[in-house]
């Protein structure tokens, strides 16, 4: 089963910067897109960004200008680029792996990392 794991979170000020990481233990099928989400206190888990095999991406809205999600296919790594972070962003960031067609995850939700907008 493949293992995802997530980096890169801290505290960050406002307005400041942060790149998230994860990397898989094998190479996920093109079948799957990959996305960041996230979950803040009290909150439902959200879809940030995703990213499939062609490179199309999708962003929420909320994030839109702010955030870029890319791939390195040949360290089987997702990116997730946060600019001018907003403390409303301050959440637990997960990777995970879609099945486009079944709707079903890759793999079980990992630890994610925690990203916390403070000045």
């Known amino acids: 089963q493949v293992q995802l794991v997530e980096s890169g979170g801290g505290l960050v000020q406002p307005g400041g910067s942060l790149r998230l990481s994860c990397a898989a233990s094998i190479s996920i099928p093109s079948t799957y897109a990959m996305g960041w989400y996230r979950q803040a206190p009290g909150k439902q888990r959200e879809l940030v960004a995703a990213?499939?095999?062609?490179?199309?991406?999708n962003y929420a809205d909320s994030v839109k200008g702010r955030f870029t999600i890319s791939k390195d296919n040949a360290k089987n790594t997702v990116y997730l680029q946060m600019n001018s972070l907003k403390p409303e962003d301050t959440a637990v960031y997960y990777c995970?792996?879609?099945?486009?067609?079944?709707?079903?995850?890759?793999?079980?939700w990992g630890q994610g990392t925690q990203v916390t907008v403070s000045s």
């Open positions: 995970n792996g879609r099945n486009q067609f079944s709707g079903r995850y890759v793999t079980p």
């Open positions: 990213i499939i095999s062609g490179g199309s991406t």
